[in-house]
């Protein structure tokens, strides 16, 4: 008898060891879909939260669109960090992002680039290829900045005039390769793209009035299983300390964070 409740007991404690594991687990860790353009930024926050909630950070970057699509697919992600707003309305119209998370945190400029053997311009209108010179741009229909340089462009009568010595990149990042490498002459990236590149100049800043205001978003997905951790981290975003890392790189922090609808 006393051999039957000792089998019995092991069993139920096996059982409920077997049912904690994955929760602890899952309290301890999220997975982030992160822009492209926030790969270096995340790079400094991420030890800094780790540190203080003692939660672990996995991310994955790339185009906001993309991204999107993935989460769109049933990837296993906790956090959404786009780069425009049209994604995460496309996921919200599924019901796939908890509402109440959103918080807005950061703008950005875009900007024209080159190497430092080309002149500066005053403004985009300036911008004249040459026959055999190339422009990247991220592709409108899935990278944010590329978005909001094919709305610049063609605001001012010059994408029709472009677009046929256009290279697109699947990403912002793939704009800033493109212009380093020397495999194009000019990109348009982000003005926090522009400043961590010792290998190109920044020729102009586009006139922000050209194109939607460039806002940086982020959510907790419905499915995640840690959507407290999620929504803590939301919340690190928008700190005095978190503020310091996105000025430090060429962004502009929003102050307050959540923003009516």
Not at 49 to 70: D, H, P, V
Not at 202 to 209: E, F
Not at 226 to 233: D, I, N
Request: negative net charge; contains cysteine; glycine residues 6%.
């Amino acid at each position: 008898m006393r051999k039957l409740i000792w089998i019995w007991s092991s069993m139920i404690l096996l059982f409920l060891c077997s049912c904690a594991s994955p929760s602890d687990s899952s309290e301890m860790s999220i997975r982030i879909a992160a822009a492209a353009s926030l790969k270096d930024v995340m790079e400094e926050l991420t030890p800094l939260f780790e540190e203080q909630y003692n939660i672990e950070i996995e991310t994955i970057y790339g185009g906001s669109g993309k991204l999107a699509r993935q989460i769109e697919q049933g990837a296993p992600v906790d956090v959404f960090l786009s780069a425009d707003l049209r994604w995460i309305e496309l996921l919200k119209e599924q019901n796939l992002v908890e509402e109440d998370t959103y918080i807005e945190y950061a703008t950005n400029r875009i900007v024209l680039i080159g190497d430092d053997s080309t002149s500066r311009l005053d403004t985009i209108q300036e911008l004249n290829l040459k026959e055999n010179e190339q422009l990247a741009v991220g592709n409108p229909e899935s990278v944010p900045a590329g978005t909001y340089t094919k709305q610049a462009l063609e605001r001012i009568q010059l994408w029709s005039r472009l677009e046929d010595q256009m290279v697109f990149g699947s990403d912002v990042r793939q704009v800033l390769a493109y212009v380093e490498s020397g495999q194009v002459d000019y990109g348009f990236v982000y003005a926090s793209d522009a400043m961590i590149s010792d290998r190109v100049i920044t020729l102009t800043k586009v006139d922000h009035n050209l194109h939607d205001s460039i806002v940086y978003p982020g959510i907790v997905i419905s499915k995640s299983r840690a959507k407290e951790q999620g929504q803590k981290f939301l919340t690190f975003l928008t700190s005095d300390r978190a503020t310091e890392i996105y000025n430090a790189y060429g962004f502009n922090p929003l102050r307050g964070g959540k923003i009516e609808q």
